[in-house]
């Protein structure tokens, strides 16, 4: 299956879900999407800065989720392809975190909370997340989040993401299946509430080797649009639910004050 | 003055005048017995024949006996009786006189005297019936010229009840060469009307015939001289059909060896026609109370009639008798208090001590003048027959024993008495008297109703007879109707010698059962928590049993039996090994010596069930023995008390509380008991635990995680008991979701957390107290379950057969504080505690930091089961740090700053709180 009949598939699924269910189910959370390029200057090497918050009306837990799309702006290019020049292995990630990892992996970083049901209470976990390159699965560029928190819990937990192709007006997208984890068996899974995170060179140093020395060096990223839209450069996420429910969400980056100056 | 010694002074006096014309007699063979005869006038059984008994001394050709007669005896066949009071008597005096009527003439005395050159012609005397002399039953006597001949009728006492007929100190004036006499049957009767003299000196009245040839006139008859009286029998066959060859025996002796005797034996015909013979027997058994589950005097009344007439056939002598009373009513404890035993040589002798007596015997018998009365013991036991029943009577020189043996049904203790081979003594009432009061040797059923006794009766002619008597039982001795169902109301009471907290004391336990009520079978005593028994402290009783003194931790003592006065008996109590599933148990051991009677060993075994989870003591018996050796033991009272030193050690937390139980009757029924149960002094116990905690250095985040051990000790002694722990944990150490995710669910531990799956297993804990030999040890699991629940750290110890459940809760705060709590830990003295939350893959905490540069403290709060508090925090130690970082870690701690570096390292502190 193309990238592009893959979107297709994803938009109507959720436009099926939407129609499908019920109307308390539709309202039961609601979702703030931030993204943008920064710096967003077009052509210019970037980093994408990507944050969703999921708040319900009395302020429990949302649904868990089980997957998100995020789509970027048609005509952002990785091409340069040096975000990631290096791969971490899935199982030294699982066993022994980011750190064992090559730097020249690490495509990113963030921070997430997390809301674990744990008994009598709701324990809000902060985690901090790295973003790191998988070696391909399927022909497709694979990217692992790594969310570890150590209060209240110590947790961690990877879950991958593809970078897909481009279609219509998005182009690029990275779909991520998020497992599902429960801080105590048969309880209420975990929920993602809200999470920051980026995906570029920003804060990022790279190493190479270069006559016998080990020299830093800043990675280059993702490429903004050369053009920027009408409104804006267009970002949209889609939120699959374990509860069933799915939301598409759009928000669009100002176009560069420069640019529309 | 006897008869006979009359006779003897009279003959002498013949001789001192006589005796320069007769010269003293000589004796040139030995003396001795030529022959002896006895017979019948029928064989017939029960039948009234005429007893024709003699013997000749042996003689010189001249017919001179070898010694002159000094005393004769014959022993008539057992089994053949008489009746010396159907006949009318003749006075001693009257006899004297020569004055005995016709009536009083029993038979006819044939002696023959030796006179030097006189043919050896017989002398034919008239036998009378005389009123005994002396204490004999009988005398009989004959007189010629002035020698008068006494024969003195009296009952062997060697238990076979032969009659004896003796001669003592006959005359040596007319040496005697032989003798024979013929004892009427019925000496009324007209058969002997012309053999009955007229008078005492003259004999039967002769008829002359018309004058021969000299002048002389031949006697061709007698007379006839009627009694005068109505005939009745004097003289009876035995019944026995059964006897083979009956003997009578003569004993003689002479003036030249007194005391030596001559004896020969003489055999009769057995009896015949036994089956021609009738009894009618029956008996009335009469409690002195009817009133249910009571001591009772039981009056045991056999009519037996006796057929007098003088043609018929007697009613055959009673031979075996076995009585079988009424269907619960059984042998009463109570008797056996202060009960001896009767040995057989006492019973034969009559000599039974006053101990011994459990009731009164009355025989009569008509043949006697006066009844006969005596007791009823109890006899020495035998290996054979452990019950044994000694009945004696005696009047007149006549003792009646009868020797029975009780069996008791070993399942309902129905007690059946056998009397066999009772003397061949006719009698037509025996009358038994049990004692009643406490000590009476049998109680009343349980329940009420008709009560059967029945006898089964058997005679010497082979005749049998069943024969029954019904009383009622009831509620109160006066008709009172009983309740459907019997009442089970036991009384209960337990508790602690000693009130104060944290003692040792011994530990006194009563059950108590009334009259009337269900008895007790099973008991089951739950302790409160708290209140321990320092197993550690004694040597079990291993397997097969035989318990030392060791063992013993207490004694016990049963009251046993209805009434005002149980039987006490007395044991002891040992702690055994594992019994039914249960860690422990206990072996009551109780000789059951009743009186004279060894009924074994009464063991009863309890299982001590150890709750798993406060640690209390249920004490559960088997059933308790309903009957023992055939004596329903109607246990009435249960006193136990557990002394031995130190074994027992009260609760060091002061709640009013329950020593609980529950009773179970014989029936079934069971009801539930409670006594108050309180110690007092709790707050005035000190309470002095200890914390500390360890991990390593290599605690990590991810991977194997981190370990933690926790101790918690407390000094022995009186000192309160820990109640309940919880510590809160450094930053530094946290859960891991990982390792929660895989907490097991509740619904696969209703009580065994050990079927969770390995993954859920997070430590061990070892707990060490010295109430057990064994540590205590076992794994901890992170347990689930569900809904709001916290997480649990669950966990069953175990050592010595002993299971504990510590189940504690792990919390998380909101800010994100880490704690555990084990509250509600049993009320026991806790030497040390050990949890252990290792490294490893399924490691419940993991490390957020170097704990080698700061492991933090655990804050920790301890509460004494009297409700002191010890707070404070410790430390956690780091072992396996790399030298000098535990160094740098302070320097850098000093150089930041209490602030920046947590606080300083401290000992608990401990701070109480009431």
């Not at chain 2, 008996?283 to 009344?301: F, K, L």
Request: a neutral charge; charged letters at 15%; glycine letters at 10%.
């Amino acid at each position: 299956m193309s990238a592009t009949s893959r979107l297709g598939t994803v938009v109507a699924l959720t436009a099926v879900m939407l129609v499908t269910l019920p109307a308390h189910a539709l309202a039961r959370q609601t979702i703030k999407l931030d993204a943008r390029f920064q710096p967003d200057r077009p052509g210019s090497d970037t980093t994408i800065v990507v944050g969703f918050r999921i708040s319900t009306p009395r302020g429990d837990l949302p649904s868990p989720l089980i997957g998100i799309d995020l789509l970027l702006p048609a005509g952002t290019f990785d091409v340069q392809n040096t975000l990631g020049s290096r791969t971490c292995d899935p199982r030294t990630l699982e066993e022994a975190g980011p750190s064992e990892c090559p730097a020249n992996a690490v495509m990113g970083h963030g921070s997430a909370v997390v809301g674990v049901p744990f008994g009598p209470q709701t324990l809000y976990e902060q985690t901090r997340l790295t973003l790191l390159m998988l070696p391909l699965t399927g022909g497709h560029t694979t990217v692992a989040f790594y969310a570890e928190g150590i209060a209240p819990l110590i947790t961690q937990l990877v879950f991958p993401g593809r970078l897909l192709g481009s279609s219509g007006r998005f182009g690029s997208r990275l779909e991520t299946t998020i497992p599902l984890v429960s801080g105590l068996p048969e309880a209420p899974d975990v929920a993602l509430v809200n999470l920051q995170a980026t995906i570029g060179p920003k804060g990022l140093t790279y190493y190479k080797h270069a006559h016998g020395k080990v020299i830093p060096y800043s990675p280059k990223g993702f490429i903004v649009p050369s053009r920027c839209p009408a409104g804006g450069f267009p970002f949209a996420m889609s939120f699959i639910f374990e509860d069933g429910v799915a939301e598409f969400v759009h928000t669009v980056a100002p176009c560069p004050r420069s640019r529309r100056g | 003055v006897s008869i006979g010694r009359t006779a003897v002074l009279l003959a002498g006096l013949v001789i001192a005048s006589l005796a320069s014309l007769a010269g003293p007699a000589r004796a040139e063979g030995s003396f001795g017995v030529t022959s002896f005869s006895l017979s019948y006038g029928s064989t017939q059984a029960g039948a009234h024949a005429d007893l024709t008994t003699g013997f000749k001394l042996d003689t010189n050709p001249s017919g001179e006996p070898y010694g002159q007669l000094k005393d004769a005896q014959v022993d008539l066949p057992s089994g053949f009786v008489g009746n010396p009071l159907s006949v009318p008597r003749c006075t001693a005096s009257e006899f004297e006189l020569f004055a005995c009527q016709p009536a009083a003439q029993i038979g006819v005395l044939r002696i023959q005297f030796y006179v030097e050159n006189a043919p050896p012609e017989p002398v034919s005397l008239p036998v009378y019936n005389l009123t005994p002399i002396g204490n004999h039953l009988a005398t009989f006597a004959a007189s010629f010229l002035f020698v008068k001949i006494a024969m003195s009728v009296d009952m062997s006492q060697d238990g076979r009840y032969r009659i004896e007929v003796s001669l003592r100190d006959l005359t040596t004036l007319l040496p005697i060469a032989g003798s024979s006499i013929t004892i009427w049957a019925v000496p009324a009767s007209p058969t002997h009307d012309r053999e009955r003299s007229r008078t005492q000196t003259g004999g039967p009245q002769p008829i002359y015939g018309p004058p021969n040839e000299s002048g002389e006139r031949e006697v061709i008859g007698y007379e006839p001289t009627p009694a005068g009286v109505s005939a009745t029998p004097l003289l009876t066959n035995s019944t026995d059909c059964s006897s083979s060859s009956p003997t009578g025996t003569l004993s003689v002796d002479s003036w030249q060896a007194p005391g030596l005797y001559v004896s020969m034996t003489a055999t009769v015909p057995p009896p015949t026609g036994c089956t021609q013979l009738r009894i009618a027997p029956s008996i009335a058994v009469t409690p002195d109370t009817s009133q249910r589950d009571t001591p009772a005097g039981y009056d045991i009344n056999m009519s037996y009639p006796l057929d007098e007439a003088p043609y018929d056939l007697a009613t055959p002598a009673l031979r075996n008798a076995v009585f079988t009373l009424p269907s619960g009513t059984s042998f009463s404890p109570g008797m056996t208090i202060g009960l001896v035993a009767c040995s057989d040589g006492q019973f034969a002798a009559n000599e039974c001590p006053n101990a011994s007596k459990v009731g009164s015997a009355i025989v009569t018998s008509p043949l006697l003048p006066d009844q006969l009365t005596g007791t009823i013991n109890i006899g020495t036991p035998t290996p054979s027959a452990r019950y044994r029943v000694f009945v004696s009577a005696s009047a007149d020189n006549v003792a009646f024993h009868l020797s029975g043996v009780a069996h008791l049904d070993p399942l309902t203790g129905q007690v059946t008495v056998t009397f066999d081979e009772a003397p061949q003594l006719p009698f037509d009432a025996l009358h038994l008297q049990l004692f009643g009061g406490a000590g009476a040797a049998f109680a009343n059923p349980l329940a009420c109703g008709p009560a059967t006794t029945t006898a089964q009766l058997l005679s010497y002619g082979g005749q049998t007879a069943s024969t029954t008597s019904t009383f009622t039982v009831d509620a109160d001795g006066h008709g009172g109707t009983c309740s459907q169902i019997t009442p089970f109301s036991p009384g209960f009471s337990a508790g602690t010698i000693s009130p104060v907290a944290g003692a040792a004391s011994p530990l006194e336990l009563s059950v108590s059962r009334g009259d009337g009520q269900q008895n007790l079978s099973a008991l089951t005593v739950q302790l409160p928590p708290g209140l321990l028994a320092m197993l550690s402290q004694v040597p079990l009783c291993e397997e097969p049993l035989s318990c030392s003194q060791a063992s013993r931790i207490g004694s016990i003592t049963l009251g046993a039996g209805a009434g005002s006065e149980p039987l006490e008996l007395s044991g002891g109590v040992y702690l055994t090994g594992p019994y039914e599933g249960a860690p422990f148990g206990l072996s009551i051991v109780i000789p059951a010596i009743a009186g004279p009677f060894d009924l074994g060993t009464i063991t009863v075994r309890a299982q001590i069930v150890i709750d798993p989870g406060d640690l209390h003591l249920t004490i559960a018996s088997d059933p308790l023995p309903q009957i023992i050796a055939g004596i329903p033991i109607r246990l009435r009272t249960i006193d136990l008390s557990i002394d031995r030193t130190g074994f027992i050690v009260t609760p060091t937390s002061c709640p009013p509380r329950a020593i609980d139980g529950t009773l179970t009757s014989a029936q079934g029924t069971s009801v539930p008991v409670s006594t108050p149960f309180q110690i007092l002094g709790c707050p005035w116990l000190p309470f002095a635990p200890k914390l500390a905690a360890f991990t390593r250095a290599r605690a990590r985040r991810r991977g194997n995680g981190a370990s933690l051990t926790i101790q918690v000790s407390a000094p022995a002694g009186a000192f309160a008991d820990i109640a309940s722990v919880a510590v809160t944990l450094p930053d530094t150490l946290r859960p891991r979701l990982a390792t929660t995710q895989q907490a097991c669910l509740a619904r696969t531990l209703p009580s065994d957390p050990s079927s969770c799956p390995d993954a859920s297993r997070v430590g061990t804990a070892t707990v060490r107290t010295p109430a057990l030999t064994s540590k205590l040890a076992g794994s901890v699991y992170l347990v689930y379950r569900g809904g709001d629940a916290l997480p649990e750290l669950d966990m069953v110890l175990q050592g010595g057969g002993v299971a504990v459940r510590l189940d504690g809760t792990l919390g998380v705060s909101k800010k994100g504080a880490t704690s555990a709590a084990f509250r509600a830990l049993p009320d026991v003295p806790i030497s040390s505690f050990e949890l252990q939350l290792p490294e490893g893959g399924h490691s419940l905490l993991g490390a957020t930091a170097n704990v080698c540069a700061k492991a933090g403290d655990v804050r920790y709060t301890i509460v004494a089961q009297n409700g002191d508090r010890a707070r404070g925090a410790e430390r956690i130690a780091v072992t396996g740090c790399p030298k000098g970082a535990a160094t740098r870690a302070a320097a850098r701690r000093r150089s930041s700053g209490p602030s920046a570096g947590g606080p300083p390292p401290r000992r608990a502190i401990m701070r109480a709180r009431r």
